[in-house]
């Protein structure tokens, strides 16, 4: 019953490779580029100071990789 809990779980993440022209656009499904949407998020860190993350976020979902220089992410 424990190897059926945790070996038959879907995967429900989809991964999307997403076209930028500069750190501040993607391009959109209407082929317009399109504003990241941003957000930032504060990580407390026990004994140590606060780390601020700069979170871009697509139609898709959040970014998960800041090397936009290459023209993908």
């Known amino acids: 019953m424990s190897w059926g809990l945790t ?3 879907p995967d429900v ?3 999307f490779v997403e076209f930028v022209n500069d750190i501040e656009h993607y391009l959109g499904s209407n082929e317009k580029w399109m ?3 941003k957000h930032t998020e504060k990580i407390k860190v026990r004994f140590g ?3 601020e993350l700069q979170l871009r976020f697509t139609r898709n979902g959040v ?3 800041d090397d ?3 023209g993908a992410a």
Do not use: H, R, T, Y
Request: charged content about 15%; overall charge negative.
């Open 7 to 9: 070996a038959i779980n």
């Open 13 to 15: 993440s989809d991964v």
């Open 35 to 37: 504003p990241f949407a």
């Open 49 to 51: 100071s606060d780390v």
């Open 63 to 65: 970014v998960i990789s």
């Open 68 to 70: 936009l220089l290459e």
